[in-house]
């Protein structure tokens, strides 16, 4: 694969920009997904920019500034809501930039006298309410959803080079060593995958990375069957004779020649496994088999929504995020599909 | 990947239709026998039944005080109707109707113990005794046996009458390996040492400690077994699995469908019906128990009146969920009554397997750390007290001085600095040696997740970081069992007697299968905890029980959290209660309707559900109820 686009690709991209709401779709994800990354200037409790006294501080990143650094009489973090309040108060020039929602995803906003969850409110800042803890529900959506998209990316990485790897070596070998791993194969996808995390989970709690690794453990299997057949087909193709004639490696083949020639296959499974990703992040966190408290994912706030129905913001929110971001998803595969479809592009003898 | 969405929809799907499938069960009843039958029965092979060792024919002793008790105030309200069906709720299908062996210890089996009647009952106002089966008690000089003379009027509900040999009978029962109960096995071994028959209906038991009469009463009695109902066998747990077995209280089961729901019906003419402290109770004609799994359901179908009564301690339930039309019209009544009861204990325990809590100015800055106050003004609504000490709820035993240590960041950080934790890192968490101050909270109920984040949020501000290792419920009891944990949150069951020895003693430290959680192991704590469980005078083991709290408040070995010291529900206007609602010693009768201490003392008035059901087609409205009673209310 080289960096310079083939005719062909570009073809492929023209085609994939000529349908507009995958092409919009796609731009709008992997905008959002990209500032998720940087979600801390957008949805956090810590400042953006503090002025006191004529310096600066930045406090997004880094340790922890504790409330001494700024006159006040404590010595754990800064509550920075409070301190631009007094800051105006006070009046004497030193001020606070605090980020658009002034909330990270962890902290309590409790009042004696007002029992969360509380409906959304633009003047505290809650502006999607507050779940039955009183924490902020769009700073746990927003880092929830960073969670579950960048699990779901890892997890595709993970799942297509093992699934590609071991497809692709079953379909150019062929013989014993493709015939023991189907059967290998057929018995692992026979492991039953939800007992074995319920069972998992109860025993210990599983983090990010374990909760990955047990999915991995399952998740390869899918690919290596399409990534089989495919190289199949593709190995018994006069360009791949014609290389061998030429004393081309195994490797070289497969790299050069094969995957290329398959790629399509494997673009075009990559959105609804992302989005089969995030379902079932969400749907073990819904059960309560997930990532443990109190990492915000929407599972949890599904949980929390179902269980507080009266509470309509909850369970709205993470419906609404859930189902936008699913349908997004699922036009950007369409239109993947669409313009990778071969019998656009090629002619089969 | 979509598969595995898939499997986990089919997953619930398959769960949701197990719980629908049903089949009509053929019941298994005893025919009614003629009175020249019962004596026979009674009298059958009595002479394989004293072949045990434990169990002897023996002449009456002289000179035994016999105490009985017809001078306390009744509980129940002489204007209680009776009739109707009270409509409650169980959150699972019992996988059994057995009360002991495999799987009998599901939530269900209350309602079967507890219309199995006790030797002797307790007033839940003054304390004090009351006949149950037996009329008459008494103990003699050495304080390790208890007489006993049975009511002859007692029946089983089969028309059997009960007598001495049942009592027998079922020592034996609990000590056979037939009923697959190794716990009972070797409890009742360790416990009883002969029982006595010394005619019909009149016994002793023997315990092997010596004990005061509560004591006695309370560890050396249990559910009485009809002896003409059970055979021993290898195959008698599969053969009973199913029996509806005869019992001595004022229902039973009259229909079950598997997987939906059990019936029970009132006997028309139950054999304690007239006896002062239990005329007026038990009075629905039928209680229909229905399996409603998720407890949001539940409350709907309470809210919808298909449930009479419904517990409204969880604070969400009481000031937000139970409200609206049908509270303020006057249809739904709600109770608060507080009762003063052994309360189960919340806390938190620090292991001392790990180096970081041996040290005594850690354990008290984690005290202090620790924002209980925060969590019981909001996420409890102010409706939890602090529980101020191990104990509470047991009269004169709880040590009153005692009050637990309470968020104090200038307190926190002394005892840290002191034990060397005074740097704090870059992310505000203290550190000493490269380590950081990091403790690792195992718990295993999901509903208390969210008090624990407001104390782990809090407890940053101490420069304190706790993880919380939410694990189900019997994985969480298991690790702290096998010492996995370095803090247990846990609640402990409330005990009627209260018991440190197994948690507090060094020989139960370290080790695992131990409740000793905090690991505690004190050479100064370990001879009163063995004098307290040996002291069988009152006054005596009240002043020890003082000491070992005061030593383990001093030490920190725990920090004890909150207590609901009350019970709560909401009821339908039909429900009708006595005046006061409850007693001082009562748990929630809407949950157990069938307690023979304090339980079955409200009716069902058809009436007035006819009437409130027109009210509530026509709009009309009923003053509003709401009762706080706090008579019993402690500080």
Sequence with gaps: ?349 | MKRIAMLILVGALAGAACSKKSEPEAEKKAPVLTDAQTAAVNKADLEELFKETYLERGTMPKGINWLTNDSDPVFASPKAKKGGTYYYWMDSFPLTLRTVGPDSNGSFRSNLFHNQMDLLHMHPETGNLLPGLATHWGTNKEQNTLYLKLNPNARWSDGVPLTAYDVAFTLKFYLSKHIVAPWYNTQYGEEYDMITVYDDHTLAIRSKNKRNIKDLVYYATFEIRPRHFHILDKDWVKRTNWQIEPNTGAYLISKIEKGKFIEFKRKKDWWAKDLKYFKNRFNMDKVKISVIRDANVRLEHFLKGNLDGYPLVIPEYWHSKVTGKNVDNGYIQKVWFYNDRPQPIYAIYMSQSIDLFKNKDVRIGFAHSLNVDKVLKTVLRGDYDRMETNTMGHGVMDNKKIKARRFDLAKADEHFKKAGWEKRGPDGIRVKDGKRLSARVTYGYDAHTDRLVVLKEEAKKAGVELTLQKLDGAASFKSMLENQHEIAYTGWGAQDRMQYWGQYHSDNAHKPQKNNFGNVADKVLDPWLIAYKDEFDETKKAALAHKIQQRIHDEAYTVTLWAAPYIRFGHWRWMKFPDPVASKGSKDTTIYPFDGDWGGVFWIDEEVKKETKAAMKAGKKFPPVLIKDTRHKKG
């Design chain 1, 1 to 349: 694969m080289t960096l310079q686009l083939d005719p062909l690709t570009r073809k492929k991209l023209n085609r994939f920009k000529s349908i507009k709401r995958g092409y919009y779709s796609a731009v709008i994800l992997v905008t959002v997904i990209f500032l998720s990354f940087f979600a801390e200037f957008f949805v956090n409790s810590r400042a953006l920019i503090v002025r006191y006294q004529g310096h600066l501080y930045f406090p997004t990143y880094g340790s922890v500034i504790v409330g001494k650094t700024f006159g006040r009489d404590y010595a754990y973090e800064t509550n920075y809501r409070e301190l631009q309040k007094e800051f105006r108060q006070e009046g004497e020039g030193n001020w606070v930039l605090m980020p658009i929602s002034p909330y990270n995803a962890y902290e309590n906003d409790l009042t004696e006298g007002i029992y969360p969850p509380t409906a959304p409110d633009r003047q505290s800042g809650h502006y999607v309410g507050t779940d039955s803890t009183g924490r902020d529900v769009f700073a746990r959506l927003v880092y929830g959803f960073r969670t579950a998209i960048i699990f779901s990316i890892l997890l595709l990485i993970c799942n297509y080079t093992i699934g590609v790897t071991i497809g692709c070596a079953m379909g150019y070998f062929g013989g014993l060593f493709d015939l023991l791993f189907q059967r290998i194969i057929e018995i692992w996808a026979n492991v039953p995958f939800l007992y074995i995390i319920i069972i998992v989970s109860s025993i210990m709690v599983p983090n990010f990375f374990t909760l990955m690794m047990i999915m991995l453990f399952f998740g390869w299997i899918q690919m290596t069957w399409y990534m089989r057949t495919a190289t199949y087909k593709q190995r018994g193709r006069e360009y791949v004779l014609a290389a061998r004639a030429m004393g081309a490696s195994d490797a070289y083949i497969i790299l050069q020649h094969i995957i290329p020639n398959t790629i399509s296959i494997i673009v075009t499974f990559m959105p609804f496994s992302i989005s089969s990703g995030v379902v079932v992040l969400t749907s073990l966190d819904y059960l309560g088999f997930g990532l443990p408290a109190p990492t915000p994912s929407w599972g949890e706030l599904l949980r929390q929504g179902t269980s507080n129905l009266s509470s309509s913001w909850i369970v709205s929110s993470v419906v609404v995020s859930m189902i936008l971001l699913l349908t997004m998803v699922t036009f950007v595969g369409e239109a993947i599909r669409e313009a990778f479809d071969p019998k656009k592009h090629t002619v089969y003898e």
